[in-house]
């Protein structure tokens, strides 16, 4: 009886031991994880491709963790509005707007830069921890983006007709200016 019961003992020593590897958390999370945690629930599960790609591709997420990556995506947003801003500019110099063209650009234009301020208050608001500011303030900043898009009559609406895409040419800048805020506001989500 003693005799068996000493490989039982060990042999449940190195169960624990496996079983408590394996339920530990990973020493540091990658950027997919992070990005698949944070889009796991609710509408926004097909913007994890999305958050993985833009991340990736900013310097320092590899090491980064979920704090860490949540700074970078706000600096992201704040690097992708600046340059939106600076399209609308350049679309201005243009010729051969419709005057209602005009008038859309002004509204983008004057609504990215805008949201270039409140993108400030959010990178405030996360360095501070005012974690309920920072989703107010990105809130208002993706607001932008739709405005804009609905300045030009809703062209980001295709989806549901599935007609060729309206006309706009701040389309593609739109959506991926509220794709970076939905992705950095979910992250931040994920923090709490
Ligand atoms: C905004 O960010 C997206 C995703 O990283 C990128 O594809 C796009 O080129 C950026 N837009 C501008 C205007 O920099
Ligand atoms: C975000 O940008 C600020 C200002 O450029 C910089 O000081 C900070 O290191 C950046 N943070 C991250 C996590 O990249
Ligand atoms: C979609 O956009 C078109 C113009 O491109 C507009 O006429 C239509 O009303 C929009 N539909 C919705 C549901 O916003």
Redesign the pocket.
């Known amino acids: 009886m003693a005799a068996s019961a000493v490989p039982f003992i060990i042999l449940l020593l190195v169960l624990l031991a496996a079983a408590g590897t394996r339920a530990s958390p990973p020493a540091s999370e990658t950027v997919e994880q992070i990005c698949a945690r944070a889009t796991s629930s609710g509408a926004h599960r097909d913007l994890a491709p999305?958050c993985v790609?833009?991340?990736q591709?900013?310097p320092g997420s590899s090491g980064a963790d979920a704090r860490g990556l949540a700074a970078i995506a706000t600096n992201?947003?704040l690097?992708?509005y600046?340059?939106?801003v600076?399209?609308v500019k350049a679309l201005q110099r243009r010729s051969g707007w419709s005057a209602a063209e005009r008038g859309a650009l002004a509204t983008c234009r004057a609504r990215y830069i805008e949201a270039l301020n409140v993108v400030h208050s959010a990178v405030h608001a996360l360095a501070k921890g005012r974690l309920d500011d920072y989703a107010a303030d990105m809130g208002v900043v993706r607001k932008a983006a739709t405005d804009c898009d609905g300045a030009f009559g809703g062209a980001g609406n295709s989806s549901e007709s599935g007609a060729a895409p309206a006309a706009s040419p701040m389309r593609?800048?739109n959506r991926?200016?509220v794709?970076?805020t939905t992705v950095a506001t979910l992250i931040v989500r994920a923090l709490e």
């Open positions: 999305f790609s833009s991340l591709a900013a992201l947003t690097a992708n600046t340059a939106a600076a399209t593609k800048v991926d200016a794709d970076l």
